[in-house]
């Protein structure tokens, strides 16, 4: 029941007080000192009406102190103020930009009787709107009737949305949202005050603008702590997405890899959000931990820009300006066998045969032809097959004249041995710098002074190419050592390194055979099972890799 108060007009009489039921009530009688008692209870009511007006702000408080997402804050402090100051209707505005370009931002609106869409507007700021002049002014309008605002006043009521949606705006209340230093960050407005009791419209008392002040001052330092915190998410948006353009401008050939593997990433969070049950049915990825697997998939190759570049983009076995030395030492060596030739015969005084020297040229020729493919041959990035491993034998002990006069090797033993890998275009030294490029992030993303909630982001991308197996790299982690967002980001990874078509030295490998790669990881305890099976059931691989 509703705790209420009731007065009597008595005239001459006496009061007589009474309670009924949580209710205090006085009427007309006789009663020898009932004023006087009439008059403490009426301060004991305030007192305690006041005491309820400071719980329910105190709530309040609590309540705006918990929401950090500045568009909620703004539809929870209209919400709440509307509750407390029983207003019809309410806006709130916010003050951007700084000195002659500060505007005033129509950020959230509430109307309990009419809605109409709503877009944000900016506006300049002039004391000839009632917002405008409470933020220039930082003092509170209390107006009855904002259709009889006296002439004097420099501020007018812009009856556009009375008009546009059919409402009679008349009892406002314009307060300053100011924070603990005074300044001004936007304007509370509350229209139309509810009289439950009249049974009709009513206006803001004193009382209601004292607590209006102190709901906005509250309000105030809440929206100033979620813009803040915005400005803070805005920064690492920035970082990441530089972070990210560096990458990319490091290593062009895998342009647009972090922004697929986070895609893929999320989206394989999400989904397990959306499954109840199964083995991760109890895990949930709230809004800022999907942000923080968000930041640490785009960020999780970072660490390519402590790897050489010669290493990082080789391609090919042997970089380009390897293999053009080598293959025209093989064209020098072929003319300086052919000279060499031409020289003996001259020398033993045999004549000069025409014919015979240029089928001593097509040898040469033929010889050198067959070198230079093999060569070409070997440096691709396949699966060296052993025929053309065991030809790299006749590059062995071939030498050519440098230009000093030495002879030396044609090939040189260190690009010899990269031609000799079996598989790919790494020697081991080389593999292992590439791999180092995960500890190079690590030690890079945990110098940066995240926020509590994004405090993760070093051990999730640390732990990317780990694998449940033990056989992952660097750490070498067991299962129960790798977190289950990185668990999701290897799925990622490995699927966007089969799937990509921008890879100059390899070619997409189809969808389905892709899954199947995935699915036989899985089966070797390489990958999670459980996430892939959500992956492929929920189709998250659709994100980047449509089914035709």
Known sequence: MRRALVFVDCGPADVVLGVAGEGLFAGCGTWPGAEAALALMKAG????????????????????????????LLDLILTKARELLKAEAGSIYLLTGEGERRELLFAHTQNAKVRLPFHRVLMPVSDR?????????????????????????????????????????????????????????????????????????????????????????????????????EEIEQLFEGFVAASVTA??????????????????????????????????????????????????????????VGVREQVLVKAKKLDPGQLEMILQRLRQRELEEALDLLSEAWRSGERFDGARWEQVVRDRQAVTDQLMHLVCQSNEPTVLAQEVADGLGLLENLTYTHWSGERRELVEAESLASLRIRKGSLSE???????????????????????????????IAYAHHERLSGRGYPRRLGASEIPVQSRAMAIADVFDALTARDRPYKGAVPLDRSLAILEEEARDGALDHPLLDLFIEARVFERTVPRT
Not at 202 to 215: K, Y
């Open 45 to 72: 009511w305030e007192r305690a009406k006041d005491r309820r007006s400071m719980a329910r702000l105190h709530e309040v408080g609590r309540a705006l102190a918990s929401e950090q997402n500045l568009d909620r």
């Open 129 to 229: 709107t009632l917002a405008g002049f409470v933020a220039l002014s930082r003092e509170s309008l209390n107006i009855q009737d904002v259709y009889r605002i006296p002439e004097g006043a420099p501020y007018r009521f812009n009856d556009s949305f009375d008009r546009q949606a059919g409402y009679h705006t008349t009892s406002v209340l314009v307060v300053p949202m100011q924070d603990t230093e005074g300044e001004v960050l936007g304007i509370l407005q509350l229209l139309n005050r509810l009289d439950e009791e009249a049974g009709g419209g009513g206006v803001f008392t004193a009382e209601d603008q004292n607590l209006a002040q102190s709901l906005a001052g509250q309000a105030a330092v809440a929206v100033k702590n979620a813009q803040l915190r």
């Open 247 to 304: 990458i990319e401008a490091r290593d062009p050939v895998t342009s647009g890899h972090s922004g697929r593997v986070a895609d893929l990433t999320v989206g394989l969070a999400e989904a397990v959000n959306a499954t109840p049950n199964g083995a991760y049915g109890g895990l949930v990825f709230t809004d800022r931990k999907l942000r923080e697997v968000r930041y640490a998939s785009l960020l999780h190759d970072f660490g390519k």
């Open 429 to 459: 030294a080389e593999r292992l710098e590439i791999e180092s490029h995960v500890t190079h992030t690590f030690r890079f993303l945990e110098r940066i002074p995240w926020t509590r909630d994004l405090s993760g982001i070093p051990e």
